[in-house]
């Protein structure tokens, strides 16, 4: 797979060698990743360490004292808590509606154009102007969403002041903004099953549904699972929309643990505490990983 | 790292860890060719029932921002008016743009909000297409590890980095410029893994023939290998340059000076003295969202092709 | 003044200028504060003083007017506003802005707020000398509020105003259930007790006919523990909070103060269920008589009726008190600031000072004595009525967690909540509070 002409000479671990074009080509990056991601990674466990504070004093080596305070935070179970239930709440639709979508403008009807606008065009909105809109659809008495339930009789919702209610509000304006990123995904992943599937499967007199049980959907599983995958991932990262749209409220109902980092170390000034959480989190990501890693692992066996 | 993996939206970002191979799918792909006998038969009943499916949900998905333009040009008087929520009682009027775009700022955000993401994308593809080059092209000491030190990299959420990044721009007193949005964002080990894979692709008879021609690594790099990775370079720019345009968090950190803005923190931090002016909001938003969407309507194709060629991080 | 989402931005004046800089030198992306400096980089002809507020409306408005009266008091120097978004937003950008150490040249902020503030290094005093060249000297402001400004034996705040928690209420009704004295003010007296007060109320309900007295908290982050804090210091409780805890606090006044609230928002007297929204709406819709609010609100009051009246807070529990806060002008922390900066800075402050009717007719007191003592001032109502709030004003306890927009009132407000929504126990009201104020105490502070 490498070119001959790089190939190294046995055992000469010379300045020339470890100068060679390879490390050359490939040292500005390196220099990024270690100065903008392995330096900050040290650094971040270094401050969780120490009770380090965005106001002037120094910070002093405190131990695992953030830690244990961090796991006896109930705040902080809570945030971690409506992190992994809104990735609960917004993967499912996110992945479902995708489908359908797909599954929809796959069969080639007139309008390819219109559709695909339409359900990919929200994605490309920045998450201000989606805050801003949604806001703006919420709203009691003037919102078009409270204007509509009141048209057909049904009772104004409190989107964002119930607390029972916000965080669905949140995933649905998450299904919204990002499903369109999805519908791309398995509409390639659509484009690609061949057709002498289908021919094959008309020829035995195989009616709509039949062709979609048996074929598209199964053609489909594998790419079903990466999304669900990327989509877990995703959604345990949310912040900004629901920053945006809610502070995290009413009453901390909605905040995820990003915003209870950025909560705990720039509201409250506490860089060190803030760090400890953070760690804590990617903690919490690396599990997702691995676990998906694993059930992905045996499904390719 | 991050601006290409659009986790802070929660949309999935690109892993490369994940098997499949999608991405030589989407390569295949054709122009969309009418399939509908292939999987909704011949009967006429499916057809009209599907076509309705269709239109409804187009219609729920357009109507917010359907709902976004009417707001935009009505007068903010009947923007808060309950009784008459849907058509002005007044006519419509272009006051809401107007004062907007006088006001001077939305331009100006839009423009740090561009050069941020060109930034980013020039210096993010570049340093990449180099480092996948290196990783599938040459063999240097310590290749192998340092080729997984950035697979690994990948799983590191750029959330948890705030804290360590504003510290690090707090002591290079960088907080509050350019650099300091745009420098974290350029480490992108996703788009590496990619170029990588790419190269790894590409055939080796025409770099044989430069080498023999007497070139080096550099001209093999910059006037064999890149011109035949266009289509791929392509999309992973407009890749990373949506995802720079709409990176929300770290521009939100680490700005404060309204001047230095980008787009969707400029947007929701800064507030009008008068109050909340519904028309005025929704103006807003409908210029900052312009330019992507008209960018979408003109390179659908290509954008399209972006997001299911990067979207699964190179498979 | 309440946090409620406010789109929409509003930049300072620079802006297209800065546009025209940008574009000029647009090549130059990393070439650090390219952009950044433009508050004095880009302004060449006239020197601008960079000014973050959070007040957006009608406060918004007023505050443009006091800029452009400012104007003949400060020539050569602009004022450029900043508007941010009210609240916990505001302040962490500020914090954030000074610890960079290129914030603007000076903000607005709570005085409530500085004790999480002063003591970190994230802001830098006032130099009073430069202050008096510019005819602002601390004579000017009343003890209560003067106090508050100080830390460690400077002065980190020029308080602007007051905005005591107060009574609005519609003169007829009131009138009609004869609860105001001869010269139209409110009879402090048909309030001095928890009984009197709640009769008040049934006398209101009956004059208007429909409710009495209005107060909106649910969901709301501040308001019930602005009514809580004003009634409790009214009692003479200690309310002490040692550093590292515990807090110091006579649980059964705190008892008696919430079982009042509770019976207060009895759901038949008065409405039990309103948030700050609608309690605005219901007192100017005439639904209720009277309404506990903010004095902010004037501006609403007024124009749903020009005869609206307002009185300082009844003391209810015997010891005059009355919940407020205080809206200052504090410099944000610079590691080496520009001393004609500095010097313009000074100027612009006392030059808003001394714009400060404009600020009044919003309903605010202004700190600055010397606008209340004139008979312009005297002439406003019903501002002039509750001016002597000023003498009793409670701010929050001087603790680095409290302050205007902070969790800690979020907190309080939350437990209030429960007693007077979802029938919480008075007591257990209270103790919640102090072990919620314990917790609060626990944590290390920032300075």
Known sequence: ???????????????????????????????????????????????????????????????????????????????????????????????????????????????????????????????????????????????LYNNLLDAVGLGQVAWLSDESVAMSAIALTTLWWTVGFNFLLYLAALQSIPDHLYEAAAIDGAGA????????????????????????????????????????????????????????????????????????????????????????????? | MTSTDLPVRSAPSPAPHVPGSVRALADRRRAPRPRAHLTLGDGRTARVLALAALAVMALVWLLPMAWALLTAFKSEQDASDPVHWFLPSHGFTLRGFSSVWERGDLPLWMLNSFLISAAVTVITVLVSAMAGYAFSRTLFAGRRWLFALTVA??????????????????????????????????????????????????????????????????????????????????????????????????????????????????????????????????????????????????????????????????? | MTGMPVPVGRPGLTRRRALTAALASGAAVLGGGALSGCGSAVAAGEPAVRLWDLFSGADGGLLNDMVHAARPDMRGTRIERTVLEWGTPYYTKLAMASAGGRGPDMAVAHMSRLAGYAPTGLLDPWDLDVLAEYGVTRDDFADAVWSRTQSEGRTYAI????????????????????????????????????????????????????????????????????????????????????????AEVDEDRMAEVIAFMARLV?????????????????????????????????????????????????TVFGTPAVYADAHSFVLPHRPDPDRAQRRRTHQAAAALLKAGQIWATAGHIPAYRPVTRTKAYERLRPQAHYVQAQSHVVLDPAVWFAGAGSDFQNAMSQVLQQALLDGLAPDRAARAMVRRLNTFLSKPSPA
């Not at chain 2, 750029?158 to 350029?186: K, R």
């Open chain 1, 1 to 143: 797979m490498s070119s001959p002409h790089a190939a190294p000479r046995p055992g000469a671990l010379s300045a020339r060698r470890l100068l060679s074009p390879g490390l050359l080509f490939a040292l500005p990056f390196l220099v990024l990743l270690a100065v903008f991601m392995l330096w900050p990674l040290g650094q971040g466990l270094w401050m969780s360490l120490t009770d380090t504070s965005l106001s002037a004093h120094a910070p002093s080596f405190i131990g695992l004292d953030n830690f244990t305070e961090a796991l006896g935070d109930a705040e902080m179970w809570r945030a971690l808590g409506h992190t992994v239930w809104f990735t609960a709440l917004s993967t499912v639709p996110l992945v479902a509606v995708a489908l359908g979508m797909a599954l929809l403008v796959h069969t080639g009807l007139p309008g390819q154009w219109v559709w695909r606008l339409a359900f990919f065009a929200p994605y490309l909105l920045p998450v201000g102007v989606v805050s801003l809109l949604w806001i703006w659809l919420y709203q009691p008495d003037l919102g």
């Open chain 1, 209 to 301: 549904w039949r062709r979609l049980w048996s074929i598209t959907l199964p053609q489909l599983s594998r790419i079903t699972v990466v999304i669900t995958v990327l989509q877990i991932l995703a959604s345990l990262k949310v912040f900004d929309q629901v920053y945006l749209i809610t502070k995290g409220g009413p009453n901390n109902s909605t905040r995820p643990v990003v915003e209870y980092v950025y909560d705990v170390g720039f509201t409250g000034y506490r860089l060190g505490y803030a760090s400890a959480i953070s760690y804590i989190f990617f903690a919490l990501v690396i599990l997702a990983s691995a676990a998906q890693y694993a059930a992905l692992r045996r499904r390719e066996k």
């Open chain 2, 153 to 315: 990299a990948v799983l590191v959420p750029p959330q948890i980095l705030i804290v360590p990044w504003f510290q690090q721009m707090l002591s290079l007193g960088l907080l509050d410029t350019y650099a300091a949005v745009i420098l974290p964002q350029t480490v992108a080990p996703v788009m590496v893994f990619i170029l990588k894979k790419h190269f790894d692709s590409l055939p080796h008879e025409l770099e044989e023939a430069a080498r023999i021609d007497g070139a080096g690594h550099w001209r093999i790099f910059w006037s064999v290998l890149l011109p035949l990775s266009r289509p791929m370079l392509a999309a992973v720019s407009i890749f990373v340059f949506i995802g720079a345009w709409n990176n929300f968090l770290w521009p939100f950190i680490s700005t404060s000076d309204p001047a230095l803005m980008t787009l969707p923190v400029g947007i929701t931090s800064v507030k009008d003295a008068y109050g909340i002016q519904y028309a005025q909001s929704m103006a807003s938003a409908v210029l900052a969202a312009l330019p992507l969407v008209v960018v979408f309507m003109f390179f659908q194709r290509h954008i399209v092709k972006s997001v299911s060629t990067t979207g699964l991080g190179g498979q």
């Open chain 3, 159 to 246: 308080p602007l105003d007051t905005h005591p928690f107060i009574v609005f209420f519609h003169p007829e009704p009131a009138a009609d259930a004869g609860l105001l004295a001869k010269d139209g003010t409110l009879d402090a007296e048909a309030f001095s007790s928890p009984d009197r007060f709640l009769a008040a109320g049934r006398e209101l309900a009956k004059a208007s006919g429909k409710q009495g007295i209005a107060f909106g908290y649910v969901t709301d982050t501040a308001q019930g523990w602005r009514l809580f804090y004003g009634l409790y210091r009214q009692t003479g409780g200690a309310f002490r909070l040692p550093a590292g805890g515990p």
């Open chain 3, 266 to 314: 009895d759901g038949r007297v008065n409405p039990k269920r309103l948030d700050y929204a609608a309690a605005i709406a219901a007192f100017a819709n005439r639904q209720t008589a009277m309404i506990l609010s903010g004095e902010w609100e004037l501006g609403t009051f007024r124009a749903a009726d020009k005869n609206v009246q307002a009185a300082p807070f009844p």
